[in-house]
Nanobody, 124 residues
Framework: QVQLVESGGGLVQAGGSLRVSCAAS????????MGWFRQAPGKERESVAAISRLGWSTNYADSVKGRFTISRDNAKSTVYLQMNSLKPEDTAVYYC?????????????????WGQGTQVTVSS
């Protein structure tokens, strides 16, 4: 079992940057593939980015490629999402999730543990 707590959300103007973090409990953080997802009002939850257990492989949604960067620090049991050139359409609740599988997947059903989410609002 792992518990995930997101932080770092907030209000930012379009074109700005924000970094959200997700701290995990437990000593086995390095055994999980980690992902970031988001859900805007009235929309389904969607994948944003995912990262392999050691951080060597990443996967991004087309809508964020070149703007967002996922990274992890296994010594700190934390995964990050650096968001640059933010757009109003990036406004959503951002969730981190942990998968016990080995694949750097963007499929929601592959993730076993979820955080409570952090709100990111981008004003125009």
């Amino acid at each position: 079992q792992v518990q995930l707590v997101e932080s770092g959300g907030g209000l930012v103007q379009a074109g700005g940057s924000l970094r959200v973090s997700c701290a995990a409990s437990g000593r086995t953080f390095g055994s999980y593939v980690m992902g970031w997802f988001r859900q805007a009002p009235g929309k389904e939850r969607e994948s944003v980015a995912a990262i392999s257990r050691l951080g060597w492989s990443t996967n991004y949604a087309d809508s964020v490629k070149g703007r967002f960067t996922i990274s992890r620090d296994n010594a700190k049991s934390t995964v990050y999402l650096q968001m640059n050139s933010l757009k109003p359409e990036d406004t959503a609740v951002y969730y981190c999730a942990a998968s016990r599988g080995a694949v750097v997947t963007t499929r929601l059903v592959e993730y076993d543990y979820w955080g409570q989410g952090t709100q990111v609002t981008v004003s125009s």
